[in-house]
């Protein structure tokens, strides 16, 4: 690990160690979730002027008009993605700065992941790199149609909030598998679908805040 990358004072080890410990407090019982965080340099996914504060729980901004998700949804909702150890092909929706997909490729063995802001992937690809996180692939598309040709998948993990899922991306889950979203409008809220023989189950979870999935793409 170069030096930015292992960081000091607010940046170091330790001050990480204290953000794994209060999302332990919180609730996070996976520990593979946890080791994970524990080691990803979390400072590195934002701006040099903010880098002090990553390790807050917090939603920081990215740039764009985006948000880095806090600490706690980052853990929460690769969580609940992470029922099942064999989790093969992931895809995310709302690549932002790459943290939840730096996260993402612990949990599983193939990460896709698509941005609609090219700008904002260009960056994100550089420092995905940097990193040397090698098992995902990045693409600038709008996310909302998936990615058919590399599904289905295990779990599909939405980072921004919308009113439905449209069919195309519940088709690419794969039967047993399921995908994990922010649904609703003024008011949002964690979801879970489960895709099953029969058809899908949805389950609604705690109260969340996301930056809204939009349509098309951003070249520059
Ligand atoms: N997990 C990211 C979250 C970034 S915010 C992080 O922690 O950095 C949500 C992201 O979703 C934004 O970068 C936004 O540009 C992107 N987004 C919104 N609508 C999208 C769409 N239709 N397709 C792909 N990405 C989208």
Same mark, same amino acid.
């Given at each position: 690990m170069n030096v930015r990358h292992s960081g @000091?004072?607010?940046?170091?080890q330790r001050t990480r160690m204290r953000m794994i410990e209060r999302l332990r407090a919180q609730g996070i019982a996976d520990e593979v979730i946890l080791s994970a965080m524990g080691t990803?340099?979390?400072? @590195?996914? /934002?701006?040099e002027a903010l880098a002090s504060r990553a390790y807050e729980d917090v939603a920081l901004p990215i740039n764009y008009g985006q948000t880095i998700s806090s600490p706690w949804i980052v853990a929460r909702m690769s969580e609940l993605l992470h029922v099942?150890?064999? =989790?093969e092909k992931v895809l995310e929706i709302g690549t932002g700065c790459g943290y939840q997909t730096a996260v993402l490729a612990k949990i599983a063995q193939k990460v896709y992941s698509i941005e609609r802001i090219g700008p904002l992937l260009t960056r994100t690809r550089v420092r995905l790199q940097e990193l040397q996180i090698r098992n995902i692939y990045l693409k600038h598309a709008d996310? =909302? =149609?998936? =990615?058919a040709e590399a599904g289905p998948f295990d779990g599909i993990i939405m980072t921004a909030v919308t009113t439905h899922v449209p069919t195309t991306l519940l088709e690419? @889950? /794969? /039967?047993?598998g399921r995908m994990v979203f922010p649904k609703g409008t003024q008011k949002q809220n964690l979801c879970v679908i489960e895709r099953n023989s029969q058809g899908y189950t949805e389950t609604v979870l705690e109260e969340v805040n996301f930056v809204p999935m939009l349509a098309g793409v951003i070249k520059k």
């Open positions: @000091i004072g607010m940046t170091s990803i340099p979390r400072h @590195i996914f /934002v701006e099942t150890s064999n =989790l996310g =909302l =149609l998936g =990615l690419q @889950i /794969v /039967v047993g």
